[in-house]
């Protein structure tokens, strides 16, 4: 259903804009190779050889992670703040406090990313991956 789904979204979009450079996922889980390998023999059947990347997104409610910001007196970090906690593992602060004068009512917990492609190369590019974890974050926003 995944591979259906991905299907007609890279349709519309090659209709829309001609080619497509590559395809990323945001996923609510990660992506195991055997769930993966559909998408890529469609993406294939569409005579599409671009690299997938997916971004496994998942909240915090647990108690495995936590960060601060000595230098705040509430000690949350400023919204947009991104730790990395591991091999293209990081967490993504989407809070209320957007400068470090401001003090936040709640405390939502960071999301967790990870990053990952059967191309490893292009998370390598720093500037990739902070681009993939902007999408991120302005799609957050919207919600």
């Given at each position: 259903?995944?591979?259906g789904s991905i299907r007609k979204a890279v349709m519309r979009y090659i209709v829309e804009h001609e080619t497509a450079e590559r395809?990323?996922?945001?996923?609510?889980?990660?992506?195991?190779?055997?769930?993966?390998?559909?998408?890529?023999s469609t993406l294939h059947k569409l005579g599409l050889n671009i690299p997938v990347i997916v971004v496994s997104i998942n909240k915090t409610e647990s108690k495995d992670l936590i960060a601060f910001d000595t230098n705040?007196?509430?000690?949350?970090?400023?919204?947009d703040t991104i730790i990395q906690t591991g091999h293209r593992q990081y967490l993504l602060f989407n809070n209320t406090k957007y400068n470090t004068?401001?003090?936040?009512?709640?405390w939502p917990f960071p999301i967790k990313l990870e990053l990952t492609s059967k191309d490893d190369h292009l998370l390598n590019d720093i500037a990739t991956v902070k681009e993939l974890i902007d999408q991120v974050y302005q799609f957050s926003r919207m919600y």
């Open positions: 259903m995944l591979a395809l990323i996922i945001h996923f609510y889980k990660r992506i195991s190779d055997r769930e993966l390998q559909p998408i890529i705040a007196g509430d000690l949350m970090p400023v919204s004068k401001y003090t936040v009512k709640d």
